[in-house]
């Protein structure tokens, strides 16, 4: 690990001892919030129990299910408007503006179309996190040099092959953002969407347990989400670095 | 203009007014590999009073870290730098950079680029007005002055950069290759420009300059640097009059000059073509 | 002349589209364009709607101040130390990153129900972005700004007022452009979860009336506001490209 990552460590070691510390106290009272070491505990054996399994299962298949249609989908259309410029002068104000509107409140329209359920969920997601790959495509369409494309022209290269082997790859790295972010709002958007309207997963047992006031087991539950996160950021974290890591001159 | 036979020295020349002092310093980086890097050194100046004086030397020696060195902008691993006889800690007043970027700030027309250090310093507007009027027209940017940098070339933004500096009557004067990024044309055009500031200011003048017709030009010494780890191995003095110009150019001398320093430069330069490996990283 | 008959066809697209989506749909799901213009027009001018549009304004307004001041002054400080910036940057997305709604129950807990949760929201929502802006922004900035405010002795208060900040300002524009609408969105989810009075709790008012037509009509209304604003941040930034 860098001496970064060290110190990063360090860092949230040092706050999480300071909530523990603060939690034990009672300087934070425990209807507030429980300690990180009671909230871990729980975890475990809720873990070991088994029965949250089905529903932590899934969660993160709607979310996996959602970041490849969101970014599929979102890819396509951002090719597509970047290819006509006047209907993305028209456009563009509308994405720009689309993160203010709770766009969950569609929901309703999602149950009529694909029914109560998991489809449904995905739905919203996806409509959440494409709106991102949109713009990170845009963006990585607009950053090729231009220089690349005409030396793919000098080598006569068919448009496809251009396409796969030039482009792309120079636009990867901002694709690639758009692939980040598109995880992030997929798992917010399937959690919400459990949260909010729904029977099973993840979401919707940490609401059943805030409703029936049952704290542990909610903070364990909010604890899992906050370690599944990091872990899946880390990860796309390398990946990204490796990309990134070509734009540096 | 009389030419001085034993124009070359190997130790450092002695003035005798002493501006600028350098004795044996020494700065060594560490890279991110935890390795140390030698960039700079051991090095023994002395700067006269007023005098003009460019160091020349291949790519990578350490040129820039010198100024770094001089300037304050970071302290000497090793030995003492001194100006006007006392340590150097930090930027000292009376010292002004031009850079090798272009540093004029955007967000300013040019008037307000000149103006910014002085209002920092707290002058008072009328002096202000009188300092920034007089630096415009002297680099001749009186028609741009509500300009904003986008709108000017590359030469007329370092000249901005050279008026901000000018508007502060620094003593010492230090140049990072402040041509570097300009056309050859627009170069000797400037390098009268700086002669003029030279006059005018009557400060020290330290060029760093990979052209070697620009230094044999310019200048009243010439040090010539090794490559990294950079020090000094030969000190040609030009002995031009100090109301030169590039009319210089055309003299014999000017020819004995610049043939010495490429003498001089081609062995090391020829050692940096050889030896370098694409991903070495510099200390910048 | 071209540019405003594409951005009209869009618009009419979107509409034939909602109103395909609302035949298919039907009533129970959505209301129909003509419906959700109708009940806007009506609801704009009861004295009720207004009340609660003032009350999410000045939470919004309370919230945007406070996610504006921590995050540009987070983000700067992170920005300046190269080290902080990259311990930071991955533990602040990851915060970022989190479900914030899983996030929902510790505040409520914390700040109770009212205002002040309402404006916890916000700025939960709104913070990191700008912060993480901010902090790229300064990154980006051309190290020989630092270094000439360093010759020219300038104080660091003068240094981050004089130079940083103007040199920043485009990029941190734009992540307060996003700061914006994520804060609004932030505040409104407060209000709906957390409180009687604002847009927000007109929105999850009529979902539990079914009242399809209603939440549409502030949806559009918030959606009218969200692009007046971009419009403004637009021009804001037109003005200060150099």
Redesign the interface.
Known sequence: MTS?GW??TA??VAFVGVVELLCRTGLIPN???IPPSEMARELVSILEGGEMTGDIAATFRNAVLATVIAVAIGFAVGIVIQAMP??R???E??L??Y????TF?FY??F???FGVGDRAIIAIAVLLAVVAMITATLNGIDRIPPVLKKTARIYRMSRVRTALLVELPAAAPYLFTGVKLS??YA??G???SE??LSGSGL?YE?AYA?NNFENRK?YA??LL??LS??L???VL?VIDNRLQSRLRR | MTVDPSMTQISAPAPADVHVSLRKVVRTFVLPSGLPLHALGPIDLDIGRGEFFAVVGPSGCGKSTLIDVLSGLSPPTGGDVLFEGKPVHGVPDGVGVVFQEDASFPWLNVRDNVAFGLRRAGVDGAEVKRRVDYAVGFVGLNDFSAAYPAQLSGGMRQRVCIARTLVLQPRLILLDEPFGALDQQTRLLMGDELLRLWRETSATVLLITHALDEAAMLSDCIGVMSSRPGRFIDFVRTGWARDRDNRVVSTPHFGEITARLWDKLRTESMKIMGVQSPSSPGPR | MRQHLATLLVFAALIAAWQLLYLIAGDVALASPVATVRRMVEMLQTRSFWDNARETGYAFLCALALALAGGVGLGVALGLRRLAAVVAEPILITLYSIPKVTLYPLVLLTFGLGISAKVAFGVMHGLIPIAIFAMNAIRQMKPVYLRSSRVLRLTSLQTATSIVLPAILPELLSGVRIGFSLTLLGVLIGEMFASRHGLGFLITNAMGLGDMATIMAVALFLTAFALVANGMFSSLNRMTHR
């Open positions: 970064a110190i990063r860092v949230v209807t507030v919030l006047a209907l002068r028209s456009v104000p509308l720009a503006s993160y203010s509107v709770p409140i309703p329209v149950i009529v179309l995880v992030a798992f917010i399937v959690i919400a949260f909010i979401g940490i805030y909610m539950l909010m989400v906050l996160v990091a899946i950021n880390s974290d």
